[in-house]
């Protein structure tokens, strides 16, 4: 039996991807998982437009290429379209982590039933995070603020309002990605949050973030 792990990632867009190659992919391979990250394709759409549509033909064609590798993807709740398997339940709730988990377990039930004798129930890992990767950025308040040139209280008045990073919520002017760029002008989503993520680094954001660590825990057994 191999003591390593092959798995393809999914992402959204080109943020996702250097977030995984630079960051997750480095700090994975030391315990023998490596990573492949992927952008979501489709004809004519582009990175951020997260339909399930678009997704399933990846999955499938990931699932399908090699039986001895793993596949997980990496999406935002923020922006995800309505046709994804659980979205309509998802709404109806109010904490954080029941969306995540029922999105995740409604994509999972989806992708066994389309596409059955693939292992999809021990090969597949859905992750949507919650409510967008620039949540973890506010793991580390006095880094944050650094890096774009603040005051931490700012960044610690966001954190009062919403409880913890996971819970800054997907408004189209509060979402994390929103809130950032308002602190900053300073602040662009594929180089300065790149740059954030790695002074602030994956163990600080696991710290912080229980669902992107579990996630984080899944992929790491995935070595053992």
């Not at 798995?7 to 996702?16: K, M």
């Not at 994975?28 to 394709?41: E, F, S, W």
């Not at 408004?171 to 994390?176: C, D, I, S, V």
């Not at 929103?178 to 949050?193: A, E, M, V």
Request: aromatic share 8%.
């Amino acid at each position: 039996m191999n003591n390593y792990a092959e798995v393809v990632v999914l992402v959204e867009g080109p943020t996702e991807q250097q977030f995984v190659k630079q960051l997750l992919a480095p700090y994975l391979g030391q315990r023998g998982v490596y990573l492949t990250p992927i952008i979501l394709d489709k004809p004519g759409e582009k990175g951020g437009d997260v339909k399930f549509a678009r997704a399933k033909n990846d999955i499938e064609k990931h699932l399908k290429q090699r039986r001895d590798t793993w596949l997980t993807f990496l999406v935002d709740y923020y922006g995800i379209r309505s046709d994804w398997p659980g979205y309509s339940e998802s709404k109806l709730q109010t904490e954080h982590s029941r969306k995540a988990q029922i999105m995740n377990r409604a994509t999972l039930d989806e992708v066994k039933k389309l596409f059955p004798g693939h292992n999809s129930d021990s090969r597949f890992i859905p992750y949507v995070s919650m409510y967008e990767l620039e949540a973890l950025y506010f793991s580390d308040p006095p880094c944050l603020a650094e890096k774009l040139g603040v005051q931490q209280r700012q960044i610690e008045e966001i954190l009062e309002e919403c409880g913890e990073p996971e819970k800054i919520n997907d408004h189209t002017t509060t979402a994390p990605s929103k809130r950032l760029g308002k602190l900053s002008d300073r602040f662009k989503k594929t180089s300065t949050g790149i740059a954030i993520a790695a002074a602030i680094g994956i163990p600080k954001m696991r710290d912080a973030c229980p669902l992107f660590n579990n996630w984080v825990t899944t992929l790491e057994n995935l070595g053992r």
